[in-house]
């Protein structure tokens, strides 16, 4: 127990280590980009633990909060991406037009996959979060390229196996594996030795896969944000000051329409995160040997110290919404 409080009490230090350590050792060591491969178990080692204590009637009650939903999809695609082209004029119109498009991109592609760990971490509602994940990745097979085109002037392809298998890989395979889980435990141990001595130890497990995630993400990259620091700046501003308003405007949203603090995280979380994985799919498939792809690169640096902000003032969130 005290391995748990010490993650929980010392995380900002831990992640800021963690993208430090990245940077510099995906810089030196470009090597180090071939742990992508570990990518799929590395987000299985964060989802699984969070999916564990999720039940069946939640997850269809989640899907019956059509409000909750509906301002999610609406604030993912249709909000999102016209603040996106918003700051892309005011902070990238004399750039280079591929980083503009890249950064039109980054934050019209929804849901990263770290949605759902950033929501239990913060006690929100995990399955209201994995709803608005799976309807938002099908979604965005259709309205990605319509908002590109509208947009950036550029019709994207995105093929619909990649988008399902990051369903997989995000909600359907943890899910079931964490319900099995859960199933097995309560049947073995009793759920109250279930709930004292095994479930407090689920967080801390899911919170050292997420420092790996976010060491082998922002490795893999190393090489090419500190290659192009001359535009990391500008991206930086515009992805540190977009994320935070649409974290907050969720909220906002939340106050004036009644909704709870657990749903509220969850909906925080699925419009302010976006899907860094799909992003570089995209950005290299359709803009290859461009800067359509730094955008990409460099969010995850920005978008993980947001989200743990907003995690530690999960205490004052919830106080402002039940005022």
Request: proline share 5%.
């Amino acid at each position: 127990m005290k391995l748990i409080e010490v993650i929980r009490k010392y995380l900002p230090i831990w992640v800021a280590f963690s993208i430090l350590l990245a940077l510099f050792i995906g810089y030196y060591e470009p090597e180090v980009r071939n742990l992508k491969l570990i990518i799929p178990f590395l987000l299985f080692l964060m989802l699984y633990p969070m999916m564990i204590n999720l039940r069946v009637e939640d997850l269809s009650k989640a899907l019956s909060n059509l409000k909750l939903v509906s301002i999610a999809i609406i604030m993912n695609f249709l909000f999102t991406p016209i603040m996106g082209a918003i700051w892309t004029h005011i902070f990238l119109k004399h750039t280079n037009p591929f980083l503009a498009i890249g950064f039109i991109l980054k934050v019209t592609v929804p849901c990263s996959g770290m949605v759902t760990a950033w929501t239990g971490y913060a006690k929100g509602r995990i399955e209201s979060a994995l709803i608005i994940v799976a309807l938002s990745l099908i979604l965005a097979i259709f309205l990605v390229p319509l908002w590109m085109w509208i947009l950036a002037g550029t019709y994207v392809t995105i093929n619909p196996l990649i988008i399902f298998k990051k369903m997989l890989l995000i909600v359907v395979i943890p899910l079931i594996a964490g319900m099995s889980t859960r199933k097995l435990l309560i049947k073995k141990y009793g759920i109250k030795r279930y709930k004292q001595n095994i479930a407090p130890y689920f967080p801390a497990i899911s919170t050292c896969g997420m420092l790996l995630m976010v060491f082998v993400i922002i490795s893999s990259q190393a090489k090419l944000i500190i290659s192009n620091i001359h535009w990391i700046i500008l991206i930086i501003i515009g992805i540190a000051t977009l994320y935070p308003l649409l974290f907050t405007i969720a909220i906002i949203i939340a106050k004036l329409l009644h909704i709870d603090y657990e749903d509220a995280m969850a909906l925080g979380y699925s419009v302010t995160a976006k899907n860094h994985a799909i992003t570089i799919g995209i950005a290299t498939t359709t803009f290859g040997g461009t800067l359509a792809v730094l955008p990409a690169a460099v969010a995850p640096i920005i978008q993980i110290p947001v989200m743990l902000l907003y995690l530690n003032l999960s205490k004052k969130i919830k106080s402002f919404l039940s005022a």
